[in-house]
T-cell receptor, first 114, second 113 residues
Framework: KAGVTQTPRYLIKTRGQQVTLSCSPI?????VSWYQQTPGQGLQFLFE???????NKGNFPGRFSGRQFSNSRSEMNVSTLELGDSALYLC?????????????FGPGTRLTVL | AQTVTQSQPEMSVQEAETVTLSCTYD???????LFWYKQPPSRQMILVIR??????QNATENRFSVNFQKAAKSFSLKISDSQLGDAAMYFC??????????FGTGTSLTVIP
């Protein structure tokens, strides 16, 4: 069974631009969560989608948004990029939503904002 | 707000020896989940072990075991018979009943041959 895939793996953008990251969960998984990982802040939860609905949201500004499609694939969008948005963005999928579900992480998308 | 603290930014262990990574957390909830994740240099996060707060028995997965002290809000990871492949960043994580995830800042483990 294929793992979680994220595209693109690397991305370079300039301040003010917007970016869309994609995540394909493991086949059969309906929950997708997004995380931002930076050296200074560590791993921070962005949001979780389940059955095309946002279930939870972390403490991030409205510039960060996401969506989930009927095939469970998810996209994350960041508008008006800032230098501080440079980070590794991780996606994780699980069978369903709920704290007892094991999450499987993708390799991440490395975003650099210049 | 929930916080997860890993007080050891770096640890090292001799191959075949045992090492314990510390984690404390803060919560007012009584039912929650705790996890240890491993992130090797390749960057893919892997679940090492998990513990349900309502279970008093400490979780064990092969060479990995935890010492869960609910009253003290402590959740340490013990790695026995350390192997070179155990070298990685280890993250302690708390998952609330509302399904929000909180991670510690990580402990970088070096295994010395």
């Amino acid at each position: 069974k294929a793992g979680v895939t994220q595209t693109p793996r690397y991305l370079i953008k300039t301040r003010g631009q917007q970016v869309t990251l994609s995540c394909s969960p493991i086949s059969g998984h309906r929950s997708v969560s997004w995380y931002q990982q930076t050296p200074g802040q560590g791993l921070q939860f962005l949001f979780e989608y389940f059955s095309e609905t946002q279930r939870n949201k972390g403490n991030f500004p409205g510039r960060f948004s996401g969506r989930q499609f009927s095939n469970s694939r998810s996209e994350m969008n960041v508008s008006t990029l800032e230098l501080g948005d440079s980070a590794l963005y991780l996606c994780a999928s699980s069978l369903t939503s709920g704290p007892n579900n094991e999450q499987f992480f993708g390799p991440g998308t490395r975003l650099t904002v210049l | 707000a929930q916080t997860v603290t890993q007080s050891q930014p770096e640890m090292s262990v001799q191959e075949a020896e045992t090492v314990t990574l510390s984690c404390t957390y803060d919560t007012s909830e009584s039912d929650y989940y705790l996890f240890w994740y491993k992130q090797p240099p390749s960057r893919q996060m892997i679940l090492v072990i998990r513990q349900e707060a309502y279970k008093q028995q400490n979780a064990t997965e092969n060479r990995f075991s935890v010492n869960f002290q609910k009253a003290a809000k402590s959740f340490s990871l013990k790695i026995s018979d350390s192997q070179l492949g155990d070298a990685a960043m280890y993250f302690c994580a708390y998952r609330s009943p509302g399904n929000q995830f909180y991670f510690g800042t990580g402990t970088s483990l070096t295994v010395i041959p």
